[in-house]
């Protein structure tokens, strides 16, 4: 059995920063990619932005120059630093990895169950 637990989340002013982080835990072979999505209220979930086990990075456009992902391997753990939030920030944020789990190494999407972020004055 494999879980993610986020933390992180919370109220924040606009400008402000927040880092979410979320770990990996359970019957694991391997980590694939590590990302975090987002769903603000009546929209779709999105990508926000992703990590490669080789530490590829890509992001929405949208956060681009002010989100930073980055994952610690040894602690099957992967982090979204937030800086400059803005209103349309606010989001239930999702984290997601494709994890390969024993005996044959299949791998499958796992996600968490949401941390909110609310950025409001």
């Known amino acids: 059995q494999v879980q993610l637990v986020e933390s992180g989340g919370g109220l924040v002013q606009p400008g402000g920063s927040l880092r979410l982080s979320c770990a990996a835990s359970?019957?694991?072979?391997?980590?694939?990619?590590m990302g975090w999505y987002r769903q603000a209220p009546g929209k779709q979930r999105e990508l926000v932005t992703a990590i490669t086990s080789g530490g590829s990075t890509n992001y929405a456009d949208s956060v681009k120059g002010r989100f930073t992902i980055s994952r610690d391997n040894a602690r099957n753990t992967v982090y979204l630093q937030m800086n400059s939030l803005k209103p349309e920030d606010t989001a239930v944020y999702y984290c997601?990895?494709?994890?390969?789990?024993?005996?044959?190494?299949?791998?499958?999407?796992?996600w968490g169950k949401g941390t909110l972020v609310t950025v409001s004055s």
């Open positions: 997601h990895c494709d994890i390969a789990t024993p005996p044959w190494g299949d791998a499958m999407d796992y």
């Open positions: 359970g019957n694991i072979f391997s980590i694939n990619a």
